[in-house]
């Protein structure tokens, strides 16, 4: 009967008759609603995604409580509406917040708790707290516990989690799904399950398999890990003029065997302007070391004296300090910034991964600042960082995520444009695409290594309906989960047999 009305009216009318607690208005935006426009881009990071052609939902819903979460997916169903779960809104292709056939979001922003138990060194986390909040709440509540997920303080808990995580202290601890030891998930039927009762296979499933195939995580039970109480940071960037192209060439190689309590990515991008010749490339060697200067340069005196690091270059701080410092924060910041849901500005841009096993050549990164020198290369940006330590003793099978011993380091390629850019928006995404197949002589191939919360849809996505599993193994499955690909799929098969959860990059049936 809902099917014939207007679905939208059908929609909130089965919400109303299914929880008495959906106030309209206070937990539900319709088109209608003067907050609808600003609740909806609120949670859309990657402004590609803002546009006005873009498609928007019906509805969203912000629950106030978690028991008006089981209502949206029985509305949805009944109303034959597709369903966008969003906590962080992250998400690098808009998946959390689009859908071509008609749609609803449930945005978790409003479920954000966050309970620590010191003397367990656990905590629950609400999906919809952000990173930030988490870090800044746990270092309140000890100075040397910490959580091994991502970097930047905006990033949600829910959506993050879901699809691995990683950050600072990947080497020491792996990642931030590596250290989930339960979690609270509502299935298609409704149902509040935990680890419980969901049994080992979802489990697995959820921490790393990417999010919206299984169903909604409430909150994810997590182990806390021991950070000292202070940190030491650094950050040296080397031109070309200063033998960049020689120190990224020698990172490669040493870098994933550093002792597990240094992380020194390797970040370039172009400075200077090629118009007046003064353009060149600039490699930022941003560190942070679990432990005090004195044991730091040593360390570095002996496996990476090229780089001339010195007691100067150094400042110690706590390490939620430590995550300002990599936003770009100054040393007298407050920690209560970690908590600010609008630290960093939005951005438009266009992403993409790769994992490599073996050095990429020397030679080879002449072509690589080539590219950087071409005019749409202004904002691009591309991250190199070292694995190695704990990421190469857990097992390729352990959690979805595969990319462990073998894998020296990963990459990320972005690029940034700006709104009076964004006409051109298809030049730079051109760009992107060349600059990524420049790199695929040199790394993982076939498959070609990708990282699931880094969603690249141009690898490949699943049809408008159902996609059978060959096909989505062969299009993009195989390169976000390699051998991983296939329980993935049997977990789903057996947990939400309808394909009820489903979206461009959802696990399909087997
Ligand atoms: P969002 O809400 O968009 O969700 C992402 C996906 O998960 C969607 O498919 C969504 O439907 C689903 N989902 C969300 N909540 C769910 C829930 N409660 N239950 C089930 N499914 C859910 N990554 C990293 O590992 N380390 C890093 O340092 C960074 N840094 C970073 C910086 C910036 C600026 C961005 C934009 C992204 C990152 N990321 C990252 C990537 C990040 O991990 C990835 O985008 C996460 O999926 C974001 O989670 P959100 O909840 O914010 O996204």
């Given amino acids: 009967s809902h099917r014939t009305a207007d679905p939208t009216e059908a929609f909130l009318k089965c919400l109303g008759l299914r929880n008495h607690s959906f106030v309209p208005n206070k937990s539900t935006y319709t088109r209608r609603d003067s907050g609808y426009s600003t609740i909806l881009n609120l949670g859309i990071n990657n402004l590609r995604f803002t546009s006005t052609s873009t498609p ?13 979460v089981p209502p949206v997916v029985q509305c949805a169903k009944d109303v034959d509406l597709e369903i966008r779960i969003r906590s962080g809104g992250h998400d690098y292709e808009g998946l959390s917040s689009v859908s071509q056939l008609p749609f609803v979001i449930l945005d ?24 930030g909040e988490l870090y800044y709440k746990i270092a309140k509540a000890s100075p040397i516990l910490a959580f091994p997920a991502g970097v930047c303080p905006t990033i949600g808990i829910g959506g993050h989690l ?3 995580a990683y950050g600072t202290l990947l080497r020491k601890y792996g990642l931030g799904a590596d250290n989930v030891i339960d979690a609270r998930i509502v299935d298609v039927n409704g149902s509040v399950l935990d680890r419980k009762t969901m049994g080992e296979d979802l489990f697995w499933a959820v921490r790393g398999g990417g999010g919206a195939s299984f169903g909604i995580i409430l909150s994810w039970k997590i182990k806390l890990v021991q950070v000292p109480k202070n940190v030491t940071v650094f950050t040296v960037t080397r031109t070309l003029q200063q033998n960049a192209t020689g120190l990224i060439y020698k990172w490669q190689n040493i870098a994933h065997k550093f002792d597990t309590n240094l992380l020194m990515r390797a970040i370039f991008n172009r400075i200077g302007a090629v118009e007046t010749g003064d353009a060149t490339i600039g490699v930022y060697f941003n560190s942070v070391f679990l432990g005090g200067v004195d044991k730091l340069l040593p360390l570095l005196k002996k496996s990476f004296p090229e780089l001339g690091v010195v007691k100067e270059d150094c400042t110690e701080m706590s390490w939620a300090q430590s995550i300002l410092n990599f936003n770009g924060f100054s040393i007298n910041e407050p920690l209560e910034t970690l908590q600010n849901r609008s630290i960093n500005p939005r951005r438009y841009f266009k992403a993409k991964s790769d994992y490599v096993t073996k050095p990429i050549p020397l030679s080879a990164f002449q072509g690589i600042w080539n590219l950087f020198f071409e005019k749409e290369a202004t904002g691009a940006v591309v991250i190199f ?21 073998g894998n020296i380091y990963s990459i990320q390629h972005l690029v940034y444009w700006s709104e009076e850019e964004n006409a051109k928006a ?3 995404i051109a760009w992107m695409r060349k600059l990524y197949s420049y790199f695929g002589a040199y790394v993982s191939n076939s498959p070609r290594a990708a990282y699931i919360n880094y969603k690249d849809l141009d690898l490949g996505q699943n049809n408008l309906g159902n996609t059978s599993y060959n ?25 939400d047999p309808g394909n009820f959860f489903k979206n461009e990059l959802s696990i399909p049936l087997l």
Wanted: charged share 20%.
């Fill in 108 to 131: 978790l922003m409003l479920l954000r708790s966050i309970d620590i138990d010191v003397a367990s060194r656990t905590a629950w986390v609400q999906s919809g707290a952000i990173v």
């Fill in 426 to 428: 298809e030049n730079y």
């Fill in 56 to 68: 928007k939902p019906l509805v969203i819903v912000t629950p106030l409580d978690e028991s008006q």
């Fill in 385 to 405: 960082t070292p694995y190695g330590g704990k990421m190469k003793d857990i097992s390729k099978s352990a959690i979805p995520f595969p990319y462990r011993s």
């Fill in 471 to 495: 096909e989505a193994n062969n299009r993009w499955g195989a390169d976000y989960f390699n051998g991983n690909f296939k329980r993935l799929a049997n977990v789903k098969t057996l947990v």
């Fill in 162 to 164: 879901a699809g691995g």
